[in-house]
C-alpha cells in the first residue's frame, strides 16, 4: 500500500521551493499564551503538505506567516534558503499562490480579470496574460470559451474554487499555500478538486501546504501530514501511512481515532487495484463495427465517448444496436473517478449516482476503464480484515470555525 506515488514527489518536474519555519513564534497582541509557540518545520520542494489539528490550534496563523499575511513575532522562515522574513511582503505574496475557503475571487471581476491580477501588476503584456489565463482554465478543469467572461456568482462553488487556484498559480509561483480549500464544495466535487490538485501537483511540481480539518483529505494529498496541537506544537510529522502505522503520541491516536480505519482506504488508490477495459465509441459512428468490437471483448456495455475522449454515456449493447449511428446522448448522472481516486472516492460516486459501477478516467477526464462496486468492496473488506478495529472510539469532528475573511488578500493591496 503505497501514497507516495500520489503526491509522487516528482523528481523530475520540481518548480517547488522548499520551505523552512525556524523558530518561528506568533504572539497576538493581548494574549497571553502564544498562537504558535515555537514551530520548526522544513518542508521539501515539490511536497504536499497538510496540515491538520484542531480548531484554534495555529493552522491559519502558521499558513499566514509564510506569506506574511500574519507577521512572526519571532523566528526565521526560509523559501528556498532565502530569509523571507525581512524585505518587501508584496513581493513575496507575488511568488506565493494563495486559496482559501470561499475562493476570495473579486465579485465584480470576470474570471480571466480575476486570474490575470497578479500577472497585470508583473507587468506582464495583454497577450502573455490571455495565454496563460487559458492555459491555466484548461489545467483546472474549466473551459475557457465558456467561462473566462464569467463573473463568478454566475457559476458553482466548485467551479470558483478552481478559478481560485487558476488565480493562485498565475504567476507560477513556487509556493501554494491553501486554506481549506474545498471546504465549501459538496462531496463529489470536493474529490474531483482534489484529484485536480494532485494531477496538477504532478505535472507542476509546486511546494504546496494545504489547511484540512479533514483527516482522509490529509491523507489522500499529503506527501507528508503535519499533526498540531495548540499553540502550534507539532504532534507529528511523518507520511500518511507512517501516522496510521506509529502514531506518535496519544493525541495523534484520538486526532485520528476511528477515523484510521476509513483513512488507511484513503491510501489505496483506483489506479492501484485492477479495473476493467472498456470498448469505446465515437458519436456517429457506425453501430455495426461498434458491435463487433464489443462482441470481441465480450463487452456488454460500450462508452460514448467525444472526439477528445471525454464519455459521454455508457449504453448497453442492445441500446445502441436499434440506431445505425452511435447518439450523442449526454447521461448526466454517469459515474467516474479519476485514476488518483480513492477506493473510497469511487464507492461515493457510485453510491451518489445508485450506480453498481464508475467509469475510470485519466488525469484529462478520457475514460480508460471501470470499476464495479463488487470488486471496490472486495478490497474494502480484505483491507478491514488487516485493520485493527479495535480503535472504535468515534471520530469527533471539529469546528471548521468562522469562514476567514481575509481583508489582506494578496491581491486587495494591489488592486487600489
Ligand atoms: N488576530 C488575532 N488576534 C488574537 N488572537 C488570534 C487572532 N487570530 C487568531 N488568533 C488566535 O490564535 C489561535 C490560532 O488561530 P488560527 O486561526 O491559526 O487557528 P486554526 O488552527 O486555523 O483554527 P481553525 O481550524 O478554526 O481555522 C486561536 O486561539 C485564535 O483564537
Ligand atoms: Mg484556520
Redesign the pocket.
Given at each position: 500500500m503505497t501514497n507516495t506515488d500520489a503526491a509522487a514527489a516528482p523528481t523530475s518536474n520540481v518548480t517547488g521551493a522548499s520551505i523552512h519555519l525556524d523558530g518561528v513564534v506568533?504572539r497576538?497582541?493581548?494574549?497571553d499564551?502564544p498562537?504558535?509557540e515555537r514551530l520548526d518545520l522544513g518542508i521539501e520542494a515539490g511536497h504536499i503538505v497538510a496540515?491538520v489539528?484542531?480548531?484554534?490550534?495555529?493552522?491559519?496563523?502558521?499558513?499566514?506567516m509564510i506569506n506574511r499575511l500574519?507577521e512572526p513575532s519571532d523566528g526565521r522562515i526560509l523559501i528556498d534558503g532565502r530569509d523571507v522574513t525581512k524585505g518587501d511582503p508584496d513581493k513575496l505574496r507575488q511568488g506565493i499562490g494563495y486559496v482559501i475557503q470561499s475562493a476570495g475571487l473579486f465579485p465584480h471581476w470576470t474570471v480571466s480579470k480575476n486570474i490575470g491580477a497578479i500577472p497585470r501588476v508583473l507587468g506582464w503584456d495583454k497577450k502573455r496574460i490571455a495565454e496563460r489565463t487559458e492555459y491555466l482554465l484548461d489545467l483546472v478543469g474549466l473551459d475557457p470559451g465558456v467561462f473566462a467572461e464569467r463573473l463568478p456568482k454566475d457559476m458553482s462553488g466548485g467551479q470558483q474554487q478552481r478559478v481560485g487556484v487558476a488565480r493562485a498559480l498565475a504567476a507560477d509561483p513556487p509556493v501554494m499555500l491553501m486554506?481549506?480549500p474545498f471546504g465549501a464544495v459538496d462531496p463529489i466535487t470536493r474529490v474531483r478538486l482534489q484529484d485536480s490538485l494532485i494531477n496538477i501537483q504532478a505535472e507542476l511540481g509546486k511546494t504546496i501546504c494545504i489547511?484540512t480539518?479533514d483527516f482522509e483529505e490529509a491523507t489522500k494529498l499529503g506527501d507528508k501530514v503535519l499533526i498540531?496541537s495548540?499553540g502550534?506544537h507539532v504532534e507529528q510529522y511523518a507520511a500518511p501511512e507512517e501516522i496510521l502505522a506509529n502514531p506518535a503520541t496519544p493525541f495523534v491516536e484520538e486526532f485520528i481515532g476511528s477515523g484510521a480505519t476509513l483513512a488507511q482506504l484513503t491510501l489505496l488508490r483506483v489506479r492501484d487495484i485492477d479495473y476493467d477495459s472498456v470498448v469505446t465509441a465515437t458519436v456517429g459512428e457506425r453501430t455495426t463495427a461498434v458491435l463487433e468490437r464489443a462482441h470481441a471483448a465480450g463487452a456488454t456495455w460500450v462508452v460514448v465517448v467525444d472526439e477528445q475522449g471525454l464519455p459521454l454515456s455508457w449504453p448497453s449493447v442492445d441500446e445502441i444496436a436499434i440506431r445505425d449511428e452511435i447518439a450523442d446522448y449526454v447521461d448526466n448522472r454517469l459515474p467516474r473517478v479519476a485514476q488518483t481516486s480513492t477506493l473510497n472516492d469511487a464507492l461515493d460516486s457510485m453510491l451518489a449516482t445508485s450506480q453498481g459501477g464508475t467509469l475510470v478516467t485519466d488525469g484529462r477526464g478520457a475514460a480508460i476503464g471501470s470499476l464495479t462496486i463488487q470488486s471496490v468492496m472486495d478490497v474494502i473488506k480484505g483491507q478491514l480484515e488487516v485493520a485493527r478495529t479495535d480503535k472504535q472510539e468515534t471520530y469527533v469532528e471539529?469546528?471548521?470555525?468562522?469562514i476567514?475573511v481575509v481583508p489582506a488578500d494578496p491581491e486587495s493591496s494591489v488592486d487600489g
Open positions: 506568533k497576538y497582541p493581548g494574549t499564551k498562537a504558535v496540515f489539528g484542531p480548531s484554534g490550534c495555529g493552522k491559519t496563523t502558521t499558513l499566514k500574519i486554506d481549506e489547511v480539518h498540531l495548540e502550534g471539529h469546528a471548521t470555525g468562522p476567514p
